[in-house]
């Protein structure tokens, strides 16, 4: 995918997000948030290292790990800790980790943290 087109996906994801969590489906938004975000940072990477599209191909570039991606973005200091801090250890695995316990005021806040991390990387 070219970086434009993750980049549309992340916002997509993160529309649908936002549309779970509206729905009363808070673990299936914050499952989304995370997708969100490595998306961006897939798009992030591809601008910053000159790349037509993402390659997955190379050793470790194929990885959902948003603490893994990040370091290869460009970014030298993280402007969004805090927001960063809220959603930096999703994996595709959570869920699986008992995600069902996530309360309307925990999935609006990773889906706002998701919100500015985008903007921020974006």
């Not at 910053?48 to 973005?73: A, C, E, F, V």
Request: charged letters at 25%; hydrophobic letters at 40%.
């Amino acid at each position: 995918m070219t970086a434009k087109e993750l980049e549309a996906r992340s916002h997509e994801w993160l529309r649908d997000a936002r549309l779970l969590h509206e729905a009363g489906r808070f673990e299936s938004a914050v499952y989304l948030c995370g997708y969100a975000v490595e998306f961006a940072l897939k798009a992030r990477m591809c601008r910053h290292l000159n790349w037509p599209s993402y390659r997955d191909d190379l050793p470790g570039m194929k990885t959902h790990n948003l603490r893994n991606l990040i370091g290869s973005t460009g970014i030298s200091s993280n402007p969004f800790d805090t927001e960063w801090n809220g959603i930096a250890n999703w994996t595709p695995e959570s869920r699986y980790a008992g995600i069902r316990d996530i309360s309307e005021s925990k999935s609006l806040e990773i889906i706002d943290a998701a919100q500015a991390v985008l903007e921020a990387i974006l």
